[in-house]
């Protein structure tokens, strides 16, 4: 008799351009889940040749115990910053998947239907805080909320640890935005 495990395996990509922290992210998501939350997790990364501007994508697999395969699959979960990542990585999505994008930059149409959305203006709330390029840490406030496959005290632990000692308050400041946006939406 075939012996059978229940196993808990969670895949999420994050899409975008470089110089967005697209691969930041994905970094700060898999450390928060392998040190904090004590589970496995696999980070791989894709980005054109230009790097700074051309489309990128990051993508972390977490399970329980040790990753048995570190490519997303079949990813439940996609983040997208840019009008071309939603062009070029939206089809990889399972369909009831759930889609966060950055609203101030993407644009959705009738392919989103088939997903859970969430729209969160990150890149404009970044910029209303001064500096653009939080607007990824936004959004991981905003996914540590409303997804469990990361517990919100490991990102947050994971955004602290990760970012320059200078700018460790205003990361901050912008998971807890996030964070809070999350709370909005999921009342709605």
């Known amino acids: 008799m075939k012996q059978t495990t229940t196993r808990t395996r969670n895949e999420i990509i994050f899409g ?3 110089g967005q922290g697209i691969i930041t992210a994905g970094y700060i998501t898999g450390k928060a889940s392998a040190v904090y939350d ?4 696999t980070l791989t990364r894709v980005y054109g ?6 489309a990128c994508r990051s993508s972390v697999v977490i399970e329980e115990e040790k990753v048995s395969y570190p490519y997303v699959q079949e ?5 997208i910053m840019s009008k071309d990542a939603y062009e ?4 990889r999505l399972n369909e009831g998947g759930t889609l966060i994008v950055d609203s101030s930059l993407v ?5 989103a239907e088939k997903y859970k959305v969430y729209k969160v203006p990150a890149t404009q ?8 390029i939080i607007a990824n840490v936004i959004m991981l406030g905003f996914l540590s909320e409303i ?19 200078k700018y460790v308050e205003l990361n901050v400041k912008a998971f807890e935005k996030g964070v809070e946006l999350a709370k909005e939406a999921k009342k709605a």
């Open 125 to 132: 709330i970044a910029e209303d805080m001064g500096v653009r």
């Open 75 to 79: 990813p439940e979960i996609m983040i």
């Open 38 to 41: 004590g589970k496995d997790s």
């Open 49 to 54: 040749p230009e790097a700074r501007g051309s």
């Open 107 to 111: 644009s959705l149409d009738e392919r």
């Open 88 to 91: 070029k990585y939206l089809s």
């Open 147 to 165: 997804w469990k496959g990361v517990s919100v005290e490991a990102m947050r632990k994971s955004v602290k640890d990760t970012v320059p000692q």
């Open 16 to 18: 975008g351009f470089g």
